[in-house]
């Protein structure tokens, strides 16, 4: 229960946060402005944002020197989804429940929308990193501008990782090629805010290391829970259709190891990702338990 808790703590903070990012004036391109809120504000998980704070966290007992970062990944998430439901790349109808964004709006508003969210994460990154210089904030200054840096390569990783995913559609491909596709597509940006979280918090670079390997094992957790939810999923629950992967010939994890073996490489993963965390003991028990609901997480 605590955990669920505290899961619970953190979405609310993003929540709220994120509610200061929307624009509600009336203006001309206000139907932009909602279609950009709609799919930032439908739900999810905030598993992006939560990263970055509870890795900070491990290092420092405040937290608002991350949230514009925390803040930014979940506009770049949710532009990856908008663009990833569209008709020419996954053709999905509903997400969280709720009409996808082309469903709801049109297909130029989702795609400018999406482009929209993308942007604005780089005006809320770019107005930390001004707003460091202008007060003269020197001792933090190298790492935002390295978080930065690290941002906009795992966002060009993401798009590579979605590239590939789409042009390899229904073909036979390795299972090197598998793992790269799904290295960039969902574990760049898990693994980001893990290091982003590190890195705010000016942890050593042995800590970075460890943490970055944590990070990458609960991407690829990621990815291949989410290849086992749409083989056997509750769509009621997921908000997805099932067997959207199949039909399109999707190479994913189930497809390549069968449904037991893929849920038998979640556990060896899960598993290799606690490990690297141990040493931190009592302070790491959220990031063990948010491995764990990755894990056994039903949509």
Do not use: W
Not at 58 to 82: G, Q, T
Not at 127 to 139: A, F, M, T
Not at 146 to 155: G, L, M, Q
């Amino acid at each position: 229960m605590e955990f669920k808790e505290n899961l619970k703590k953190y979405q609310n903070i993003i929540n709220e946060e994120l509610e200061k990012y929307l624009r509600k004036e009336n203006c001309p391109e206000k139907t932009l402005n909602n279609s950009m809120e709609y799919s930032l504000m439908a739900g999810g998980k905030r598993l992006r944002p939560i990263l970055v704070l509870a890795t900070y966290e491990l290092f420092r007992d405040s937290y608002e020197e991350a949230m514009p970062f925390a803040v930014a990944i979940e506009m770049i998430h949710n532009f990856s989804l908008i663009h990833d439901d569209l008709p020419e790349v996954d053709n999905d109808d509903f997400r969280h429940g709720k009409p996808t964004n082309h469903k709801q709006f049109n297909h130029p508003t989702a795609l400018l929308a999406g482009d929209g969210l993308l942007n604005q994460a780089y005006i809320v990154l770019s107005d930390e990193i001004l707003y460091s210089v202008e007060n003269q904030y020197k001792e933090n200054f190298y790492s935002k501008v390295k978080a930065f840096n690290e941002f906009t390569k795992a966002v060009d990783r993401m798009i590579v990782g979605e590239y590939l995913d789409t042009e390899l559609e229904g073909q036979q491909i390795s299972k090197e090629m598998l793992e790269y596709i799904h290295i960039n597509k969902t574990g760049a940006l898990l693994k980001l805010c893990v290091r982003m979280g590190a890195i705010l918090a000016e942890a050593s670079e042995k800590d970075i290391e460890r943490l970055t390997i944590y990070a990458e094992k609960i991407g690829l957790a990621f990815q291949i829970k989410d290849d086992i939810l749409s083989e056997e999923g509750n769509p009621e629950i997921t908000g997805k259709p099932v067997g959207n992967d199949k039909e399109l010939g999707k190479c994913t994890y189930v497809s390549y190891y069968g449904l037991d073996g893929a849920k038998q490489e979640l556990n060896k993963i899960i598993e290799e990702a606690i490990e690297q965390i141990k040493i931190y003991r009592e302070k790491s028990e959220f990031l063990r338990q948010l491995a764990l609901y990755i894990k056994d997480r039903n949509k």
